[in-house]
């Protein structure tokens, strides 16, 4: 097959230094990494390639053969922050989908992380409804999502993520056949941090989340959720953006816990056993191999909480087709009851 290079900015959120030079200089340095991906790239972009009316087409026309199937309307969700859902090739109107929703790293947009995030290899065979929507555009001309006081409204404006995001449910429910006890969140750096936020704050909406390079917020105190979730943190240890290991508040920063105190609020509240289960390693970085090492904690009353640990993964790993699959098996294990 011949393969296409995307260039892919993926900006992490801030650092701490990021933050101390945002505080000084009135201006924010994202650290950006830039990927080049180059591998696979007709089958993980056929979506973004395709016109809306293309898939509409096809998806109404699998369903001939119900007189009950209803129109697809593809038409953007999202009001003045439009996001195009993307169906699976066989959508049934009469039948139940999961809907994952995918958030992308600060100054990235939903398409670019689609890709990164490998999800439309894997779409079809789960029969899975896709939103990819992107945050507000802020002063620097970077899309972010407020997720916690760290990370990554720079620029104070105060949007309300919580609320949109909490509409673009509501709206895909509305107009397609969602399961809702099958809602999930996959985020990285910043949408990481957002995902957080949501399974904090709207765990009524929300079956499980996979954050990647994410965090809580330092003070887990500001975390109310009313039901359990499942929760896995994703972290590579030479992570130097979002650090493995946490950041303390500064003066100019105000820091976020590490990427095991996250999950462990999420073992406590969820109620699981606090000692893991630690399954072979897996390979999820196209880089390194069997890198990733995953502590599961069992017995939980509600939920999930995992750790998975890359070990010498860096911020933005190079993912492999194996990244999507463990993470939507991962999600997809743990409905809502």
């Not at 945002?22 to 201006?27: K, V």
């Not at 720079?154 to 509305?174: N, P, R, S």
Request: hydrophobic share 40%.
């Amino acid at each position: 097959m011949k393969k296409l290079a995307f260039a892919l900015l993926l900006l992490g959120a801030c650092s701490d230094d990021a933050a101390t030079s945002a505080q000084n200089n009135g201006e924010h340095d994202t650290g950006m990494d830039a990927i080049l991906l180059a591998d696979g790239g007709a089958d993980t972009t056929s979506s973004l390639d395709a016109s809306d009316d293309a898939q509409a087409d096809a998806l109404n026309d699998a369903g001939t053969e119900s007189d009950a199937q209803i129109p697809v309307d593809l038409s953007p969700l999202g009001g003045d922050r439009p996001v195009t859902p993307i169906l699976p090739e066989d959508y049934d109107s009469n039948e139940k989908h999961p809907l994952l929703i995918i958030l992308h790293g600060y100054g990235a947009t939903g398409a670019i992380q689609r890709v990164y995030f490998r999800t439309d290899s894997v779409q079809d065979d789960l029969n899975m409804i896709v939103l990819a929507p992107d945050g507000t555009t802020d002063a620097s001309a970077k899309k972010f999502w407020n997720a916690s006081d760290y990370c990554c409204d720079l620029f104070k404006t105060g949007v309300d993520d919580v609320t949109y995001i909490t509409g673009l449910i509501t709206e895909a429910k509305a107009r397609f056949n969602v399961d809702e006890k099958r809602v999930f969140l996959l985020g990285h750096s910043n949408g990481g941090f957002m995902s957080y936020r949501m399974a904090c704050e709207r765990p009524d909406l929300i079956a499980g989340i996979v954050s990647l390079a994410g965090a809580m917020p330092l003070d887990t105190s500001a975390c109310t959720p009313t039901e359990p979730v499942a929760v896995a943190e994703i972290h590579g240890t030479a992570d130097t953006t979002i650090l493995y290991g946490g950041a303390l508040a500064t003066a100019f920063s105000a820091g976020y816990p590490s990427a095991r105190e996250s999950v462990a609020f999420w073992t406590d509240y969820n109620g699981c056993d606090t000692t893991a289960n630690t399954p072979d390693a897996i390979d999820i970085s196209s880089e390194i191999g069997a890198e990733t090492d995953i502590e599961s904690f069992p017995g939980c009353t509600g939920g999930a909480s995992e750790l998975w640990t890359i070990n010498l993964g860096p911020h933005i790993p190079g993912l492999n087709q194996e990244f999507p699959v463990k993470v939507m098996e991962f999600l997809l294990a743990h409905p809502k009851p």
